[in-house]
């Protein structure tokens, strides 16, 4: 099968199973402008899939932005270093059950057969080339280079949403429904630890999400701070690039050897991670951090395999300072002196931290607010986390803020407690997007309620047209 008959065979089932019928939303006018039904914000994978599932759903009047030119959204081919996914690669996700929408039927329309049974793992650079297939082959309503600057709450139920950016059409959206479908730092920032950005300049560090000149590097001895799968991404990576040297820094005596997700993913953790009580949410996501995702066998490998790769296990940095244009970084063990570092300490998720939200987060439920953890367990990183409906939607804390949050949905790696990893890992997203789906409809049929009921009761256009004539009394 070449891709071009792939993209007819996606057109095909689409159409078998009434793809793109009428949208059954009741429109909204309003003397500002146009109001969309939903905005997504965000054109990464699980914007995109959102954007599929409601269109599945009838839910027409929607738009995708995204801050990034076209072909870049998300992490794949800006800061993304890793050379395949983490993800096993049977595991299905923004096809939503539609066998000709999955990477291995676009794969193998390129390749073949023998080549999918031939990957081990999916190719970082590959997984993006498909998400813009995706994207085309849907007709996906997306605009780039457009920035949410800030979310408006203008009456119940009706958001403005100030935008920028050179494919923005003006400077605001009106929106009844807005999902943050941000991605892994859409719910806080990254971290940089202060040791480090309160005693070096700008120039000697960044963090692994930032854009890293490696060219300047060449030659050069580069110290990472970490023990994820992102730290390895990276040595690997700037070894790759001619560094002379990678040094990985880890403050755990030993790497983390378990990784959760494996487990979640056959056990039904995943999908149903929503009918727990909270203890168990808290108690599981505490479990979760507490092992944190290891590099993967093939990762670790390719990192170690260099001969300019160190590793210290052991060794927190208690120290940071600058000798000239150096890093000096000090352990319990010892002394180094680095050209530069490489900031792998993952980020902080809370909803102050956004400045989209900054009119309505101190409305926002945290966890905080609904769960008091027991005191083994309890973690203020955990509970600064917003506490989500299991729709992912924002909840308040207090009455005022209902109508100013109504129609706010966080799609992105803040829903990890309340919705456990179905919005922030590949591997939870087919069960994630249409739980997101059903809710975001479900609200807007609600907020439309009377009138829907209204023009139920008073239905009354005649279908049936046959007449009984009784042969007896014609007889």
Partial sequence: ??????????????????????????????????????????????????????????????????????????????????????????????????????????????????????????????????????????????????????????????????????????????????????????????????????????????????????????????????????????????????????????????????????????????ERFHALEDADKYAAIAHFFKHNQPPTNDTFDRASSWDGFHLHLDSPWVNVETDGNRAIVTTPHSSFTFDFLIISTGLLTDPALRPELKLVEHHIARWGDRYHAPEHLANPILDAHPYLSPGFSFLSRDEQGEKYLHGLFSFNYSALISCGISASALSGMRFGVPKLVAAVADQLFLDDRDEILKDFFEYNEVEFVGEWIDKKVNS
């Fill in 1 to 270: 099968m070449s891709l071009e008959a792939l993209n007819k065979r996606v057109k095909t089932d689409l159409s078998h199973l009434a793809f793109g019928g009428d949208n059954w939303v009741r429109p909204l006018t309003h003397p500002k402008g146009h109001v969309y039904d939903v905005v997504i914000v965000g054109g990464g994978q699980s914007g995109l899939a959102t954007a599929f599932g409601l269109l599945r759903e009838r839910v027409s009047n929607i738009l995708v932005i995204d801050e990034n030119p076209e072909g870049l959204e998300g992490p794949w081919e800006t800061y993304a270093r890793m050379v395949t996914l983490r993800t096993p690669k049977h595991l299905t996700s923004v096809d939503l059950g539609i066998p000709s929408l999955t990477f291995r039927c676009w794969w193998e329309a390129q390749f073949g057969q023998e080549a999918w049974e031939a990957v081990d793992k999916i190719p970082r650079g590959e997984w993006m080339k498909y998400l813009r297939w995706y994207r085309k082959v849907l007709n996906l309503p997306v605009i780039n280079e457009v920035k949410l600057k800030l979310i408006e709450p203008i009456e119940q139920g009706l958001h403005r949403l100030h935008i920028k950016g050179s494919g923005a059409p003006k400077e605001e959206l009106l929106a009844r429904k807005v999902i943050l479908a941000t991605g892994i730092q859409g719910g806080g920032e990254w971290h940089v630890p202060p040791t480090v950005s309160d005693s070096l300049p700008k120039h000697l560090y960044a963090h692994t999400s930032e854009t890293i000149d490696f060219e300047s590097l060449k030659g050069k001895k580069v110290a990472i701070l970490g023990g994820g799968a992102s730290a390895f991404d990276n040595a690997n990576f700037a070894l790759s690039e001619a560094v002379a040297e990678a040094h990985v820094f880890v403050r755990r005596k030993e790497l983390p050897r378990i990784n959760p997700i494996r487990q979640m993913e056959g056990s039904g953790m995943i």
